[in-house]
């Protein structure tokens, strides 16, 4: 199975601030690679699929990049509503299509 | 919209059969996966397999041989059975569309907790 290593666990920033969020494949995924937020007691949303690709209705200070086989999501000028836990997952090939272990914006 | 809804016995007794049901409304569920994921408390998410509205199903193999999947097209549900559980299978269990072939999942049912306990 395709491993995926999220980091930090855990991160404190304030409003206003621009923070990253990095997951590391264990092997090459291509861009198979999608973000979610989720808030406590919700359900996870869908941020960005394709490593990249804004899912619509998301505000564009979130972004996505990828270099090889290592995965960025990046979070500009913090508001309140970002604080959450965010999760990767990738999507390439045959199943299963793990999740990172996420990591808690505070 | 698409939005889904799962269902189920909040209670399971160990060794016993799980078994949760996913209620799609605002759309079909014909030619889409269908995933089911669980998240333990305080845990990560664990993808636990798909099925296509044909029927055809993958499953996660660390649960492989003790779950089922089914799909309704009928009823326009998919069901999820995961056999001789105990307690690590406590978890909120989500169904999830993937809308693109792609494998990102979108949208997620708001998820149902199953608690395994005598």
């Known amino acids: 199975d395709i491993q995926m290593t999220q980091s930090p666990s855990s991160l404190s920033a304030s409003v206003g601030d621009t923070v990253t969020i990095t997951c590391r494949a264990s092997q090459n995924i291509g861009a198979f690679l999608n973000w979610y937020q989720q808030k406590p007691g919700k359900a996870p949303k869908l941020l960005i699929y394709?490593?990249?690709t804004l899912q619509s209705g998301v505000p564009s200070r979130f972004s996505g990049s990828r270099s090889g086989t290592d995965f960025t999501l990046t979070i500009s000028s913090l508001q309140r509503e970002d604080f959450a836990t965010y999760s990767c997952?990738?999507?390439?090939?045959?199943?299963?299509?793990?999740f990172g272990q996420g990591t808690k914006l505070e | 919209q698409v939005q889904l809804q799962e269902s189920g016995p909040g209670l399971v007794k160990p060794s016993e059969t799980l078994s949760l049901t996913c209620t799609v409304s605002g759309g079909s569920i014909s030619g889409y996966y269908w995933n089911w994921i669980r998240q333990p408390a305080g845990k990560g998410l664990e993808w636990i397999g798909r099925?296509?509205?044909?029927?055809?199903?993958n499953y996660n193999p660390s649960l492989n041989s003790r779950v089922t999947m089914s799909v309704d097209t009928s009823k326009n549900q998919v069901s999820l059975k995961v056999t001789s559980v105990t307690a690590d299978d406590t978890a909120i269990y989500y169904c999830a569309k993937d809308p693109a072939g792609y494998n990102w999942l979108d949208p997620w049912g708001q998820g149902t907790l199953v608690t395994v306990s005598s």
């Open positions: 099925i296509y509205s044909s029927g055809t199903a």
């Open positions: 997952q990738q999507s390439y090939g045959t199943p299963p299509y793990t």
């Open positions: 394709a490593a990249s």
